[in-house]
């Protein structure tokens, strides 16, 4: 499973997508679609929120997810924290990073997390401190959430998005990634944006998360490979989106987004074949939940081995 | 209307789209669609076919087609033609410029048009002799179909797309465009194939004719663009494929690829939000036709203002 590769896809469905929809998966089934994910190569999956079981049911089951997905070798088990409390459950469940959103954009912040950006960045602190005394091997890694626009307040200022990025390594994350909670990204923004952080953080750039919103999850995405990023965070079947950003509706297809890279030669270490099999787990899961994906409808190409294409 | 642009727009709707479709779309109906197209801005729009019409009712009235677009100003009135007699018809009706279809693969060709690629290109020098003899200032276009790679045969070797592409020029063509007819392209097929044709061709380079099939339509463009290409053709609403490629469906969505170039500062010269509204004229001639595009479906960003980007 370890071959070498040359991206790393983080497979964000398993929270991202679960939490955008209304039904809840049974653990069972998440137990299922985990499985299959790992089947396919994946080697990070983001398996959950540890959050309130009141304020989102789909996530009561967490701490069990972590434990289930830990079996599977090979695969980082991540799960996101947007506080203190969230992050000492995940640790002491034993995820191997975690993810705290930190939102660039105030208004979406106070809406998502009822802080403000530097709070989060205060949460960012605490969780880092925990991490030192309870599991030190544990990475943490800072995702700023709209940091291309946002639907509450537009225009969200790039140097605002690069000073919470830096604040948040110097507060003890290990990296600092930037989402696209909106879809509002261009090319042009993604490699700007990218850049400036890489010139900021070296190592410690972290993840593109882009969304398909507008359609251009896979543009930005090469985009942001474009210029050195290799660590995308995608979700099957493009499930997912933000309850506090309305009408952000769709994660990249992580079969679109290994496709694209798998057939230029970049290699993901997932198999495609395996990963689109993986797809009647999330449907078994999910009745009736309407997925995207053009690369599943439209079937493999004529002549295609995986692997085969020049860089 | 004639803004100065950075790209130019080739709207392939009413012809690669309308032929994908079972449905006939009535004359009036056509022309409605043709105005509202206009009327946002672009510049050049491939109106229809001049194939026999037992062969291909819904080109029936291409003649017609043509000289209502002839009454729109500053658009360019495109039509694609096969053979030698299309391309008079075409000619006598008033069309600005001709596109001839000619597949780099061999398999492909024969299906399509029953000729092979060899014989297509004597088609492209004798209808340049008629463009010379008739209609002097017309444009010729030899788009080179499955130039990515073919349902029917697989791998489309590199250098014959090129061999090809280079054939046409010389047999009178003023451009050779590359097609990506079965949605098989990736970005880095796309910027070596277009650096490639450049290098041979020079400003007779044509557009990139990019498909969506698999998701990567506008990843293509991005990576077409990158290395210099101006000019792409779409189809509203994604409307097209080939019916003698199978599994070949899906034009690059025109309002997403729009709405991709303008957010970047890239001036297309098309109001978005005109383009999106031509959708419903599109939807009245063809009810109950599915169409593609995620930007219509999410609408524009909050504190959209088109032009407004930075380059």
Same sequence: chains 1, 2.
Avoid at 18 to 41: C, E, H, N, P, Y
Avoid at 165 to 178: I, K, N, Q, R, T
Wanted: proline letters at 6%; a negative charge; hydrophobic letters at 45%.
């Amino acid at each position: 499973m370890l071959t070498p590769t040359d991206v790393l896809i983080s497979e964000v469905g398993p929270r991202d997508g679960l939490q955008s929809v209304k039904a809840t998966m049974a653990t069972a089934d998440k137990f299922r679609w985990i499985d299959a994910l790992a089947a396919s190569g994946l080697r990070e999956i983001e398996v959950c929120s540890f959050v309130p079981a009141h304020l989102m049911p789909q996530m009561a089951d967490a701490a069990e997810v972590v434990r289930h997905a830990l079996s599977r070798p090979g695969v980082t088990v991540a799960a996101l924290v947007p506080n203190l409390r969230g992050a000492e459950a995940a640790l002491r469940a034993g995820a191997h990073k975690l993810t705290i959103p930190v939102s660039a954009s105030h208004a979406h912040s106070l809406a998502n997390v009822r802080k403000t950006p530097d709070e989060m960045v205060e949460v960012v602190r605490a969780v880092a401190r925990l991490r030192d005394a309870l599991a030190p091997g544990v990475q943490i890694e800072a995702g700023i959430s709209t940091a291309f626009g946002c639907t509450l307040q537009g225009v969200v200022p790039e140097d605002e998005v690069i000073r919470l990025s830096v604040a948040c390594v110097a507060a003890g994350a290990d990296e600092s990634g930037l989402s696209d909670t909106t879809g509002m990204a261009n090319p042009a923004q993604t490699r700007r944006l990218f850049q400036r952080l890489q010139a900021e953080l070296g190592h410690q750039a972290g993840a593109a998360h882009m969304h398909n919103t507008r359609g251009l999850g896979l543009a930005n995405c090469l985009a942001a490979y474009d210029v050195g990023v290799r660590i995308f965070d995608a979700s099957l079947g493009g499930l997912g989106g933000c309850p506090h950003a309305p009408g952000a509706s769709g994660n990249v297809v992580s079969e679109d987004l290994v496709f694209m890279f798998e057939a230029m030669g970049v290699r993901t270490g997932v198999d495609l074949e395996k990963l689109i099999a993986a797809r009647a787990c999330l449907m078994a899961g999910l009745p009736g939940e309407p997925l995207y994906g053009m690369t599943p409808e439209a079937g493999l190409p004529l002549g295609w081995k995986q692997g085969a294409a020049p860089v």
